[in-house]
């Protein structure tokens, strides 16, 4: 059993937030404080009504339910949580840079330092400090600098303990992980840390799935994991192209090649690209690590993956204008689907937005369903590109309640995000209402193609 009492999480958001929660439902015995500056978010986090929950991950209201208020605590007074633990896990956002050096490509770690330059002025007994966010190579060396150097002459130790969550599946991928990572310094305190944090994951998981390394390995080992998994996609989007041009499908090509157990079946789904507030940052990340460091072909060889995601994006759109006889000038497109994925309300980096970017340009009416994303979201998603005015935005996209409402008269619909209640809809209808020919730009390869063409919608699906 773990000697740990006391945890604090800076960071309540989508990972710190699901994270916590089943640390806390998995150990009854240790207090889980999680802290956040966003009081709305914490208020959200500790609203009675579990549909308030300020993120949408099925399963994690149950967890919540269950655990806050016994040993589970979401709170603003970070001070306190971190004066009261033994071991801080700072989960803070750690996005791209969007000033001074390394602008659009190096990780901001401005979050993280103040969380660093907070625990080193509360702390007054002993930390292990936890990083959870995902951080540049090296960054360790940087937290201990500030909290040896300005703290209280208590001692800290660092791990780094990356999360491997995806969003829609996180409660499951933390309940079941095919793997825990824990990096820390190979010294006796280093070990026993580490020790520490293994016994708060072995309340769950298997110790054979409980990875311990040294810290640098842990960093980086978080990083190439998301480069592989998007490069990954970005490969099946490639081949999608080349499907498209030849006749080939897609679908067809993933399962031959998944079915090779040296490739394997997962992350073969061609798209209209790849979204998610890590995949573009952390590659983006990776490369200013290599171009720093002298190694420009390691930073070209990744770049390729994001210039292949955007290209997918563009090549998707600029498809539905061709198609619609090289115009949407005023024409009504329907967007199904808003967020990165499924199951989740989280919209960073969706794909969703730089197709409405782009259609909106060529003057096109926008109407958006999403089951989950809220319209405030969509605007603002739209105002972070900076491409129009606020009250531009609002004129060209609509937010609609209801899907049936949000394609009717419409002369194309595009498929976002894979939201499985897409499929139940009931599409004689929805042909019925829209503008003829009725075309359908499945950027999620998740409708029926024969059914559809039954009904005698002009459907196109990504890589056919
Ligand atoms: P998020 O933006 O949802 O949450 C971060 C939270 O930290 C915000 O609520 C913010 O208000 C809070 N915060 C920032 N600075 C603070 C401070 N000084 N004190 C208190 N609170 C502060 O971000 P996220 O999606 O949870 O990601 C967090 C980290 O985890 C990132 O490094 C990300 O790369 C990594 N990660 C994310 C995922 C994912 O699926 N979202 C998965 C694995 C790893
Ligand atoms: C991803 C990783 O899967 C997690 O392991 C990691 O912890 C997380 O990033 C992170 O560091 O933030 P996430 O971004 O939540 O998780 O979701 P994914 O399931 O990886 O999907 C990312 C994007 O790729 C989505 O837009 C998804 O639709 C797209 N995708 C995924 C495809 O287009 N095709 C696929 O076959 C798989």
């Known amino acids: 059993m773990s000697t740990i009492k006391n945890i604090c999480c800076i960071g309540a958001g989508y990972v710190g937030g699901p994270t916590m929660s089943v640390i806390a439902q998995k150990n009854p015995n240790i207090n889980v404080t999680v802290v956040d500056l966003n009081t709305q978010r914490i208020a959200d986090w500790n609203d009675s009504d579990l549909n308030n929950l300020p993120i949408y991950e099925p399963g994690l209201d149950a967890v919540v ?14 001070d306190q949580a971190i004066a009261d633990a033994e071991m801080i896990f700072i989960s803070v956002n750690t996005p791209t840079k969007t000033y001074g050096s390394g602008k659009g490509m190096a990780a901001d770690l401005k979050y993280v330092e103040l969380c660093a330059r907070q625990i080193a002025k509360i702390a007054t007994t002993d930390k292990i400090v936890v990083e959870k966010s995902t951080l540049p190579v090296k960054t360790a060396q940087a937290i201990k600098s500030i909290l040896e150097n300005t703290g209280n002459g208590v001692n800290f130790q660092i791990l780094s303990n990356p999360e491997f969550l995806a969003e829609g599946t996180a409660m499951t991928d933390l309940e079941s992980p095919d793997r825990v990572l824990i990096g820390g310094d190979q010294t006796k305190e280093g070990q026993q840390a580490i020790q520490k944090l293994v016994d708060v994951y072995a309340a769950w998981v298997a110790p054979e799935r409980i990875l311990t390394t040294n810290i640098w390995s ?12 998007a490069q990954r996609v970005s490969s099946i989007n490639a081949m999608s192209e080349l499907c498209e041009a030849t006749g080939a499908d897609v679908n067809e090509v993933s399962k031959a090649i998944g079915m090779d157990s040296r490739i394997g079946p997962k992350f073969l789904k061609a798209s209209v690209g790849f979204g998610g507030s890590c995949f573009q940052k952390d590659i983006l990340n990776l490369v200013y690590i290599s171009k720093s460091l002298g190694l420009e072909t390691v930073a070209q060889y990744w770049e390729q993956v994001i210039i292949m995601n955007a290209h997918q994006r ?25 967020a990165f994925k499924k199951d989740t309300n989280d919209t960073r980096e969706s794909a969703a937005i730089y197709v409405a970017d782009q259609l ?22 739209l105002g972070y590109l900076q ?63 024969d059914k559809l063409a039954k009904i005698g919608f002009q459907y196109q699906a990504v890589g056919k």
Not at 218 to 229: D, G, I, Q, R, V
Not at 316 to 326: D, G, W
Not at 360 to 381: L, N, R
Not at 407 to 414: L, Q, R, T
């Open 360 to 381: 909106i340009d060529e003057q096109a009416e926008i109407h958006v369903f999403d089951p989950k994303v809220k319209a405030s979201q969509m605007y603002s998603d």
């Open 65 to 78: 339910g269950e655990a806050r208020g016994r040993n589970l605590f979401f709170s603003t007074d970070v």
């Open 387 to 449: 491409s129009r005015s606020e009250a531009e935005n609002s004129a060209a996209l609509t937010v609609e309640n209801d899907p049936y409402t949000a394609v009717k008269g419409a002369h194309a619909i595009a498929v976002l995000t894979e939201w499985d209640e897409f499929n139940t809809y009931d599409w004689q209808t929805i042909y019925d209402n829209m503008n003829k020919p009725a075309f359908v730009f499945d950027g999620r390869n998740i409708l029926d193609a």
């Open 314 to 338: 563009s090549r998707f759109a600029k498809n539905i204008v061709k198609t619609l006889y090289n115009t949407v000038s005023g024409k009504k497109i329907a967007f199904l689907g808003w």
């Open 218 to 229: 842990s960093e980086l080992s978080k990083l190439t994991a998301n480069a592989f998994l």
